[in-house]
Nanobody, 123 residues
Framework: QVQLVESGGGLVQAGGSLRLSCAAS????????MGWFRQAPGKEREFVGA????????SYAESVKGRFTASTDNAKNTVYLQMNSLKLEDTAVYYC????????????????WGQGTQVTVSS
């Protein structure tokens, strides 16, 4: 019902910045939350942050708080994740996803997922 197309990943030096985009199409919800997750090799998929449909509420994992910022552009049906002060440990495949509940931190709470985009941070 919902399709998510993620872009913006790439290779960046430690301390640098990237902005990820996730464009949504198809069936839309009147109320939902967008979540960002990441998964590094050999690790579980982990919660990064979440933003409400109207963009007024955000939630972040402690590991990225103060460095990453989620935002929305409703006219474009797009959400963003601005990543600053990137660290080596931020290297992962990043995914966007949609949940009917704001701020859910487990992947099972999300119904639709993007394809993922690789973020690699080098020293």
């Amino acid at each position: 019902q919902v399709q998510l197309v993620e872009s913006g990943g790439g290779l960046v030096q430690a301390g640098g910045s990237l902005r990820l985009s996730c464009a949504a199409s198809g069936r839309t919800f009147s109320r939902y939350s967008m979540g960002w997750f990441r998964q590094a090799p050999g690790k579980e998929r982990e919660f990064v942050g979440a933003i409400s449909r109207n963009g007024v509420r955000t939630s972040y994992a402690e590991s990225v708080k103060g460095r990453f910022t989620a935002s929305t552009d409703n006219a474009k049906n797009t959400v963003y994740l601005q990543m600053n002060s990137l660290k080596l440990e931020d290297t992962a495949v990043y995914y966007c996803a949609v949940s009917p509940s704001f701020g859910a931190m487990v992947p099972g709470a999300y119904d639709y997922w993007g394809q993922g985009t690789q973020v690699t941070v080098s020293s």
